[in-house]
């Protein structure tokens, strides 16, 4: 079983950057593929960004594919997203999560998440 805590949300005006981190409890977290996901009010949740447990395979949505930058460091047991070039559309909460099954982009392949950090990006 792993623990997820996401930390770095906040406010930042368009163009911004944030990084998000998400901290794993366990001696398993390099076991894990991790993937970032997002929440905007009234939408559902929705994929961001996923990595391996290597670390080697990291995939984008299209939303974000040149603006966010997925990584891990799993001597930190964290896993981290950049955001660069931040527009209104990105705000939403941002969650964590945490599989076993493959590198995947549908929630509910993902067993473990975090309580999310929120993101607003203002115009």
């Known amino acids: 079983q792993v623990q997820l805590v996401e930390s770095g949300g906040g406010l930042v005006q368009a163009g911004g950057s944030l990084r998000l981190s998400c901290a794993a409890s366990?001696?398993?977290?390099?076991?894990?593929?991790m993937g970032w996901f997002r929440q905007a009010p009234g939408k559902e949740r929705e994929f961001v960004a996923a990595?391996?447990?290597?670390?080697?395979?990291?995939y984008y949505a299209d939303s974000v594919k040149g603006r966010f930058t997925i990584s891990r460091d799993n001597a930190k047991n964290t896993v981290y997203l950049q955001m660069n070039s931040l527009k209104p559309e990105d705000t939403a909460v941002y969650y964590c999560?945490?599989?076993?099954?493959?590198?995947?982009?549908?929630?509910?392949?993902?067993?473990?998440w975090g309580q999310g950090t929120q993101v607003t990006v203002s115009s």
């Open positions: 999560a945490a599989t076993r099954v493959r590198l995947s982009t549908l929630a509910n392949e993902y067993n473990y």
């Open positions: 366990g001696r398993t977290f390099r076991t894990y593929h």
């Open positions: 990595i391996s447990w290597t670390g080697n395979v990291p």
